[in-house]
């Protein structure tokens, strides 16, 4: 089993790959429609939306736990 480098997600079938393609270090969420890996700037959009929607948070407090778990995720190493 691999994480998604860019938003962590456990990644257990072949499924949850970007575009099926298990060679592919990230998930199909962070992807975009062309299959490469989306920017930082998407995914935080993305991940703070997520946790808003599944925690009923505020945006402010989400996009702040957002940018604190994707800074301890190998794809945004280069934005530390």
Request: charged residues 30%; proline residues 2%; aromatic residues 8%.
């Amino acid at each position: 089993m691999k994480n998604c480098v860019a938003c962590g997600m456990p990644m257990n079938e072949k499924e949850d790959y970007a575009m099926g393609d298990t060679n592919k270090n990230y998930c199909k969420y962070c992807m975009r429609e062309d299959g490469s890996m989306q920017s930082y700037d998407e995914k935080l959009v993305g991940m703070t939306n997520f946790i808003v929607h599944t925690q009923g948070i505020d945006e402010n407090a989400a996009k702040l736990a957002a940018k604190e778990m994707m800074d301890k995720l190998p794809a945004w190493k280069d934005r530390r």
